[in-house]
């Protein structure tokens, strides 16, 4: 299976908020945990779907800074869900050439998580079909504090003036600085909302937002919103004419 859409027009970056695994649950009177288990297999067809599109990176949103305040036994659950994904999936992953990163505040995770993090990165750092990035712990006002916060040193450090800090040069300090620029946000679920994720980021990303549950988008799913995607005329802030022209 191939894409439809124009080659041309496949968004390089793609990021997915994966929201209404616990809607599906209930709609079938089970746990929400089993709704995340289903959601486990809606990334894996995605990532499947990603590859044979040719889409360079897929950018999930995993576990937000606000999601530890969810009851103890759901936030246990999804834990022990993402070690036995990272125990079951790098191999696979690995073998399809798929490069994972975590992003995050990742010193949450207890040492045991952060070392399989890390070594499940390593193992997979020379890949370059794919990159996955799994945000953790993460929130986009986080990362622009991080990144105030390293302009803020190198100041301290003399290294820089604070008026030599541009757009340019506190987007290098922002995470997956080093990918090609987001074009294209997906949130499943129904809300049309971006709960604090990639805010720096998502400044000309295209935003497509569906009703489908996530353990319901599949590779159908992805190809209709990378087709939607495609129509879209990306115009960074200059007129339609002036696009046309380039
Ligand atoms: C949001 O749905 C989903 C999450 C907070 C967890 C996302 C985790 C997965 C999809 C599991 C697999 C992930 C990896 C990377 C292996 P929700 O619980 O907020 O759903 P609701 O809005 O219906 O309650």
Redesign the pocket.
């Given at each position: 299976m191939t894409s439809s859409a124009d080659p041309a027009r496949i968004p390089r970056h793609i990021a997915i908020v994966?929201?209404?695994?616990?809607?599906?649950a209930k709609l079938r009177h089970r746990p929400?945990t089993f709704?995340?288990n289903a959601?486990?297999k809606?990334?894996r067809d995605v990532v499947e779907g990603c590859l044979r599109q040719g889409v360079k990176v897929l950018t999930?949103f995993?576990?937000?800074s606000e999601?530890w305040q969810r009851p103890q036994e759901e936030v246990g659950a999804?834990m022990e869900?993402?070690l036995r994904?990272l125990d079951k999936?790098v191999d696979e992953l690995h073998s399809n050439e798929v490069r994972l990163r975590f992003v995050g505040d990742l010193s949450a995770f207890d040492n045991g998580m952060r070392q399989r993090m890390t070594a499940a990165m390593a193992r997979t750092a020379g890949n370059d079909a794919l990159h996955l990035n799994?945000a953790m712990n993460y929130g986009g006002r986080w990362d622009i504090v991080q990144a105030a916060r390293k302009a803020a040193e190198s100041v301290a450090r003399g290294e820089l003036r604070a008026e030599e800090i541009d757009e340019a040069l506190l987007g290098h300090w922002m995470s997956l600085a080093d990918l090609p620029p987001l074009d294209l946000f997906i949130r499943t679920?129904g809300e049309c909302r971006v709960s604090n994720f990639l805010l720096w980021q998502l400044a000309y990303a295209e935003l497509h937002f569906t009703d489908t549950?996530?353990p319901d988008f599949d590779q159908a799913c992805l190809r209709s919103a990378i087709e939607d995607y495609a129509r879209r005329e990306r115009r960074f802030g200059r007129t339609g004419e002036q696009v046309a022209q380039r």
């Amino acid at each position: 299976m191939t894409s439809s859409a124009d080659p041309a027009r496949i968004p390089r970056h793609i990021a997915i908020v994966m929201d209404g695994n616990g809607r599906w649950a209930k709609l079938r009177h089970r746990p929400r945990t089993f709704g995340h288990n289903a959601g486990r297999k809606a990334v894996r067809d995605v990532v499947e779907g990603c590859l044979r599109q040719g889409v360079k990176v897929l950018t999930l949103f995993a576990f937000s800074s606000e999601n530890w305040q969810r009851p103890q036994e759901e936030v246990g659950a999804l834990m022990e869900l993402f070690l036995r994904a990272l125990d079951k999936e790098v191999d696979e992953l690995h073998s399809n050439e798929v490069r994972l990163r975590f992003v995050g505040d990742l010193s949450a995770f207890d040492n045991g998580m952060r070392q399989r993090m890390t070594a499940a990165m390593a193992r997979t750092a020379g890949n370059d079909a794919l990159h996955l990035n799994v945000a953790m712990n993460y929130g986009g006002r986080w990362d622009i504090v991080q990144a105030a916060r390293k302009a803020a040193e190198s100041v301290a450090r003399g290294e820089l003036r604070a008026e030599e800090i541009d757009e340019a040069l506190l987007g290098h300090w922002m995470s997956l600085a080093d990918l090609p620029p987001l074009d294209l946000f997906i949130r499943t679920g129904g809300e049309c909302r971006v709960s604090n994720f990639l805010l720096w980021q998502l400044a000309y990303a295209e935003l497509h937002f569906t009703d489908t549950l996530w353990p319901d988008f599949d590779q159908a799913c992805l190809r209709s919103a990378i087709e939607d995607y495609a129509r879209r005329e990306r115009r960074f802030g200059r007129t339609g004419e002036q696009v046309a022209q380039r």
